[in-house]
């Protein structure tokens, strides 16, 4: 407040939230439940498309492809496009994305090939998970965009 203010005159400073005491046990129990149902859906496609080893890892590739598709998707729509309750984007977002994909296999993965001397396929694979996963982001969020703003035009 400057120092000419009356007492009775607001500032434009943000308020400030209350600070919580404790961890926020709704949003991790949301982020739980979501990160089980992710974890079990990308071991269930893991099992689908197994690879041997040395060989190029497909399944875990196309799982985080598409779960940065359906990321930039869900970011997009809960951002720009609908209000929902607060604990969708955790549940949804760092719940069943977080682990549906998955990082660790992916260095694993990468490891496996370069240990079996698949340099190639090991740098191919990380540069094709890299960009496929930036590209996916990107088309996720643009797709859902123009997808929702031609359906809202022709209402």
């Not at 040395?54 to 598409?66: D, K, Y």
């Not at 496996?112 to 930036?134: D, I, K, N, P, Q």
Request: glycine letters at 12%; aromatic letters at 6%.
């Amino acid at each position: 407040m400057s120092s000419d203010a009356t007492p009775t005159e607001t500032t434009d400073a943000p308020s400030v939230a209350p600070r919580r005491h404790g961890p926020p046990w709704d949003v991790l129990s949301v982020v739980a439940a979501g990160g089980a149902l992710g974890a079990v859906s990308r071991y269930g496609l893991s099992l689908l498309w197994p690879h041997p080893p040395g060989s190029f890892p497909g399944a875990t590739l196309l799982i985080n492809v598409v779960g940065c598709l359906l990321m930039g998707a869900l970011m997009c729509l809960l951002t720009e496009f609908v209000t929902t309750h607060r604990l969708v984007r955790p549940f949804l977002g760092v719940g069943v994305l977080g682990g549906f994909t998955t990082l660790s296999a992916h260095v694993l993965d990468t490891m496996h090939l370069a240990a079996a001397g698949r340099l190639g396929l090991a740098v191919t694979y990380v540069s094709a998970t890299v960009f496929g996963a930036l590209l996916a982001v990107l088309l996720g969020a643009l797709g859902t965009r123009l997808l929702l703003r031609r359906a809202a035009g022709t209402r």
